[in-house]
């Protein structure tokens, strides 16, 4: 989101801390989180072991929640080998949907940084073919009461082509 004057700026910036923006991502995960649904409410700060990564902490961080819900298993039922979640804010912590699936053993597919372990020899072949050269995760919709108007706005975006791709050869599994 830009904001073009400072009136709205301002009134963005507002919207953001009193967490009344609505965010929903679109997630391929391997395997599937259990439960299929839920809320993670952690502490979420700089890792103690790499500085360069962030974590679920005890204590210090920052309070991060995410709600989730998983749309759909990819692979035998009863153990799937990947699945697509919807994931809404209610914070908007650094790398913070990307730390709480990998906190569930359910890591974005795709991600160099929090995706410990490989997947299942058939994701990696689907990610292989798909072209995916990131971690699986899009901002799927952005709302918003504007600020200056009052109009209430709402954008949505599809998966671009490389996840689109991703999910359809996950499907054949």
């Given at each position: 989101?830009?904001?073009?004057?400072?009136?709205?700026?301002?009134?963005?910036?507002?919207?953001f801390?009193?967490?009344?923006?609505?965010?929903?991502?679109?997630?391929?995960?391997?395997?599937?989180?259990?439960?299929?649904?839920?809320?993670?409410?952690?502490?979420?700060g700089?890792?103690?072991?790499?500085?360069?990564?962030?974590?679920?902490?005890?204590?210090?961080?920052?309070?991060?929640?995410?709600?989730?819900?998983?749309?759909?298993?990819?692979?035998?039922?009863?153990?799937?080998?990947?699945?697509?979640?919807?994931?809404?804010?209610?914070?908007?912590?650094?790398?913070?949907?990307?730390?709480?699936?990998?906190?569930?053993?359910s890591?974005?597919?795709?991600?160099?940084?929090?995706?410990?372990?490989?997947?299942?020899?058939?994701?990696?072949?689907?990610?292989?073919?798909?072209?995916?050269?990131?971690?699986?995760?899009?901002?799927?919709?952005?709302?918003?009461?504007?600020?200056?108007?009052?109009?209430?706005?709402?954008?949505?975006?599809?998966?671009?082509?490389?996840?689109?791709?991703?999910?359809?050869?996950?499907?054949?599994?």
């Open positions: 989101v830009a904001a073009k004057t400072d009136a709205a700026h301002r009134g963005l910036a507002a919207l801390a009193a967490h009344d923006i609505e965010r929903s991502y679109i997630a391929l995960v391997r395997g599937a989180p259990r439960p299929p649904a839920g809320e993670i409410r952690t502490r979420i700089r890792s103690t072991h790499d500085r360069m990564k962030m974590a679920v902490l005890k204590t210090g961080g920052r309070e991060a929640v995410t709600h989730y819900r998983t749309e759909r298993t990819f692979g035998p039922p009863g153990a799937p080998l990947a699945a697509r979640l919807v994931c809404r804010l209610e914070t908007g912590r650094t790398h913070q949907i990307r730390v709480h699936m990998a906190s569930l053993g890591p974005c597919l795709g991600d160099p940084v929090y995706g410990s372990g490989a997947p299942a020899a058939a994701v990696r072949e689907a990610l292989r073919e798909s072209g995916l050269a990131r971690q699986a995760l899009h901002a799927a919709v952005l709302g918003f009461v504007h600020p200056v108007t009052g109009e209430r706005l709402r954008f949505e975006s599809t998966p671009p082509p490389d996840m689109a791709a991703l999910e359809a050869r996950l499907s054949d599994l």
